[in-house]
């Protein structure tokens, strides 16, 4: 039986590479005759540099300002023949780069994501790709903006500083004085989630509580998304509501569309195409897929769901091994298996590896011969 191994990061304890790893070595441990394959995958969130260095991808290191505009070390990748670089929102604006009593999208910025991509350039990169999962920020991008040459004026022509605060002030964007060589580059934002600009189901309401955002910030930040995508309706003609994904990294999806012209696409599409996933997927008879909790955004563009959505068209037979399972992933069609529920969640978070080696002995190997 050939076992294909394809997973993203269990969040907060092991990278892909590591959960696949785990998981594989329990088959290995356990003495069945199987051949296992591992591919560890991302879909534009945390680990998405890694995959593309693991690719091959040349890692150069940069000196970038974070959420809160303090300088860290931050990188880039470069394919072999430097004409692509990948870049990662979560290195240089992301969620993990503060402690949680600094979690607040009313004043982070993607500032960072926008020095990255001037290194990319000077570097003579002329196709760039951004990760933009992992955020800090609910700003649309403006900070990334901001630091390619754009200024964002209030009614008296005062320049805002780009953070999520300021997106309800803006009454005018000048690019005179933007970087001349974004007029040769090619932008993809790779989006893991496919909600619109603003709304119930938009930046803010979705994903800005877990950036720290209450009530009122998170209605503070939906009218501002809201306000700046009027002024882009007006001046490009462009309905963000419309385009999905441009919610996507606090509205940096949006952003990037409307003034770099970047064209948003499922980040697990383009890693896919990347390593010609749909060949693993023929030679496979059982997937084993996973991350470390789904949800209901599982669904929305993750990579879970672009396994599924493959395992299903070419009749795989598809389990999904994960760190906690919510009761509100309900409509996963295909077994799901929580460490949390088979060796508890200490266990889970603690001794992850184990625990997975451990889950793939005891519960997937007896799902798989009972099949």
């Known amino acids: 039986m050939n076992i294909l191994v394809a997973t993203d990061k269990f969040k907060g304890t092991l990278s892909a590479k590591e959960v696949c790893a785990a998981i594989a070595a329990g088959f290995r441990n356990a003495g069945v005759d199987y051949s296992v394959r591992e591919i560890p ?3 534009g969130g945390d680990g998405t540099l890694d995959f593309f260095v693991a690719q091959g991808g040349q890692v150069v290191k940069a000196v970038v300002h ?25 290195r240089c604006s992301g969620l993990l780069l503060l402690r949680p009593e600094e979690y607040n999208p009313v004043h982070t910025t993607s500032f960072g994501v926008g020095e990255l991509i001037r290194t990319a350039i000077h570097l003579g990169a002329t196709h760039i790709i951004l990760g933009i999962g992992g955020s800090a920020t609910n700003d649309a991008g403006i900070g990334m903006l901001a630091a390619l040459g754009y200024r964002f004026l209030d009614q008296e022509g005062r320049e805002l500083f780009p953070s999520g605060k300021s997106l309800k ?7 005179e004085r933007r970087l001349p060589a974004l007029d040769h580059v090619r932008f993809t934002a790779l989006c893991d989630v496919t909600n619109p600009f603003y709304g119930r189901s938009g930046a803010a309401w979705v994903y800005g509580p877990q950036k720290g955002a209450t009530p009122a910030m998170v209605n503070q930040l939906d009218d501002g998304l809201q306000h700046l995508a009027d002024l882009i309706r007006k001046s490009h003609g462009i309905d963000l509501q419309q385009i999905p994904g441009s919610g996507a990294g606090g509205g940096i999806a949006g952003g990037a569309h409307v003034w770099l012209g970047a064209e948003l696409r499922p980040g697990i599409d383009v890693i896919f195409d990347f390593i010609n996933f749909e060949e693993a997927v023929s030679w496979a008879d059982v997937i084993i897929t996973g ?19 493959l395992a ?19 409509e996963i069609d295909a077994p799901v298996f929580s460490l ?5 969640m200490d266990r889970a978070v603690n001794d992850t590896s184990n625990a997975l080696r451990e889950v793939v002995i005891k519960k997937l190997i007896p799902a798989l011969l009972r099949s």
């Open 41 to 43: 995958l991302a879909d």
């Open 291 to 309: 991350e470390g909790k789904v949800d209901d955004q599982t669904l929305q563009g993750k990579v879970v769901a672009g396994v599924m959505g």
């Open 169 to 175: 002030q803006v009454d005018a964007v000048e690019g």
């Open 312 to 330: 299903k068209q070419q009749g795989k037979q598809l389990l999904i091994l994960c760190g906690q399972a919510h009761s509100d992933a309900k």
């Open 340 to 344: 949390a529920e088979a060796v508890g």
């Open 66 to 90: 974070d959420p809160l505009m303090r300088p860290i070390p931050s990188a880039l990748a470069l394919s072999a023949d430097g004409t692509t670089a990948y870049i990662e929102m979560a």
